[in-house]
C-alpha cells in the first residue's frame, strides 16, 4: 500500500503506469468499496478523505484500523 504522502498521485496516474508502478489494477472511481487502514486509524482517514476528495465515491476508512481486525 502507498503511503498517504504518495496516494495522491497514485491515484492520479492513468491506470498502465499505476498497474507497472503497482503490480495492481488502479481502482475506479465508481468501485464500491476503497477501503483504507493503517495501524491506529488517522492515517487510513487521511487516505480516505483524500480518495473521497479525487472523487472515489466508494472510499471508506476502516476505523478499528490494524488494531481491531
Known sequence: MA???ELESALQMD??????????QKPKLEDENLIFF???????????LLALGLGYRGARNYAGAYREW
Open 15 to 24: 491506470p498502465a503506469a499505476f498497474q507497472a508502478l503497482y503490480s495492481a
Open 3 to 5: 503511503a498517504v504522502s
Open 38 to 48: 493503517c495501524l491506529i486509524g488517522k492515517r487510513g482517514l487521511q487516505a480516505t
